[in-house]
């Protein structure tokens, strides 16, 4: 693929993926493909447009990534926030991870520690507990349905580890009528 590859830092979901591409767009810069972590332009970026362009998206709260660990980082958040989203067929997270950026688990997760001060795991538990309020917030599922389409391998398990992490029950979380959400690109 030739071009240049743009890896930029907090793009969390769709919508962020259609800022990135107004914000190419108004640089006048062809993209080939944006996907959550990283954007492929057709023009080779001079010093200047990568300037100009690492300004434009600081305004918007991202990051314009140069950085190699901090790169691989980011890779890791990204494969974190897909392997929560995928509905069924989750393998193990370690697997996934490490099939997905194509290196040792150990050193991934030794890295993203060391630089985000959280393990990956712990991380992953955060984001699925997100997702899970998401779930309990906006659609129909039963608790023991958002469990399984989650991953846990039992609602009791599921139960306990959102307690853990918001101090109450998925139940109580949703009968409150004010939810606290919190956003993905502040976890």
Not at 86 to 106: F, R
Not at 136 to 147: F, K, N, V
Request: net charge neutral.
């Amino acid at each position: 693929m030739t071009g240049t590859k743009i890896l930029i830092k907090n793009m969390c979901c769709p919508r962020c993926v259609n800022a990135i591409g107004a914000i190419l767009a108004s640089m006048n810069l062809t993209a080939k493909e944006i996907r959550l972590g990283e954007a492929v332009v057709e023009e080779t970026l001079s010093e200047d447009e990568t300037e100009l362009l690492a300004a434009k998206l600081r305004e918007q709260g991202f990051e314009l990534l140069d950085d190699p660990n901090a790169c691989l980082v980011e890779a890791i958040r990204v494969a974190v926030l897909e392997w929560v989203r995928m509905a069924e067929g989750k393998p193990k997270l370690s697997v996934y991870v490490s099939q997905k950026i194509c290196k040792d688990y150990s050193s991934l997760s030794k890295l993203f520690s060391q630089v985000r001060g959280v393990t990956i795991e712990h991380y992953a538990i955060r984001h699925r507990t997100e997702r899970a309020k998401e779930l309990l917030c906006y659609s129909a599922m039963t608790i023991s349905e958002i469990a399984y389409r989650l991953g846990y391998s039992s609602p009791a398990h599921f139960a306990a580890q959102f307690k853990q992490f918001t101090g109450m029950s998925p139940k109580e979380f949703r009968s409150l009528d004010n939810r606290p959400l919190v956003s993905l690109d502040e976890l």
